[in-house]
C-alpha cells in the first residue's frame, strides 16, 4: 500500500497523479494509470477545494483490482446517487462524481469516527480499476 500525505494545497493533485502514475508503471499495471489519473485527481481536487484540512491519498493493490481511496477531515459526504448524471454543460461544477460512476468499477465512501493518528474523523470516498482478463500478476515482491 502507498500513501500519500498532503496539505490542503491546489498543487496536491498534481503531486498525486505524477506520483500514481509512477507507482502503477513501476508495478507493471500501467493500463490503469489514465482511469486511475483522473479518478483520484477528481477526488483530490474536490477535498483540496472543499474542506480546510489534511488529505491522504492510499493506493492498494487488491489483485486484481486497484482500490484508490481519499480521506479528508470533513465529515460531509457528497450525494450519492447511483446512476449519476452529469450536471448541465453550463453548470460550473458537479461532474465529479458522474466521472466517477461511468469509469471506476465499483466505488462508494463513509464517514469516520476516527482520522489518522487518532484525530477527529472525516470521510473515505474510494473506488476500484479491475484489469481485464488475461491479466498476468506481478511477482509477489511487488504485489506486497
Known amino acids: ?3 500519500i500525505h498532503l496539505p490542503c494545497d491546489p498543487r496536491g493533485p498534481r503531486i498525486v497523479r505524477g506520483t500514481l502514475r509512477a507507482v502503477l508503471h513501476a508495478h507493471g499495471i500501467g493500463e490503469l494509470a489514465d482511469r486511475a489519473e ?3 485527481c477528481e ?3 474536490n477535498s483540496v477545494r472543499h474542506t480546510k484540512g489534511p488529505v491522504i491519498v492510499r493506493m ?3 489483485c486484481p483490482a486497484l482500490r484508490v481511496s481519499v480521506w479528508d477531515a470533513s465529515p460531509d459526504l457528497p450525494p450519492f446517487a447511483p446512476g449519476a448524471v452529469m450536471p448541465d454543460p453550463d453548470a460550473p461544477c458537479g461532474r465529479g462524481l458522474p466521472i466517477i460512476e461511468s469509469l471506476a ?3 462508494g465512501g463513509c464517514g469516520s469516527v476516527d482520522g489518522p493518528n487518532g484525530g477527529p474523523g472525516g470521510k473515505t470516498i474510494w473506488f476500484e480499476l479491475a484489469l481485464g482478463d488475461g491479466f498476468q500478476p506481478p511477482s509477489p515482491v511487488l504485489a506486497a
Open 1 to 3: 500500500m502507498y500513501e
Open 38 to 40: 483522473l479518478l483520484t
Open 43 to 45: 477526488l483530490t481536487t
Open 60 to 62: 492498494h493493490w487488491l
Open 105 to 107: 468499477d465499483r466505488w
